[in-house]
């Protein structure tokens, strides 16, 4: 699934991924392949997507999380997602 992540700079990140955590008003939840259609806002927290790797020109914005050899992390003061069809698009502060 692909996963685009906006901040009101620049991109993020542009990329595949196997799945997305995110942070949600009541508590975090977790979007996969083929996830129902949903809009959400989000909270103070990180953003964390499992994919094997991340590509160069986005790897500075991540950090690599210990706990899982492909996850990595980016942290979010407030957001909204949209997720449809696959496709993912995260406006993060």
Aim: proline fraction near 2%; avoid cysteine; charge should be negative.
């Amino acid at each position: 699934m692909n996963i685009k992540i906006l901040t009101p700079e620049t991109v993020i990140f542009d990329g595949e991924v196997d799945s997305v955590l995110l942070p949600g008003k009541n508590g975090d939840f977790q979007i996969m392949k083929d996830h129902i259609a949903i809009v959400s806002s989000l909270i103070n927290g990180d953003i964390r997507l499992f994919t094997n790797n991340i590509n160069d020109s986005f790897s500075k914005n991540f950090k690599k999380d210990n706990d899982a050899k492909s996850s990595y992390s980016f942290t979010i003061k407030s957001g909204v997602i949209e997720f449809s069809g696959n496709k993912g698009i995260i406006l993060a502060e």
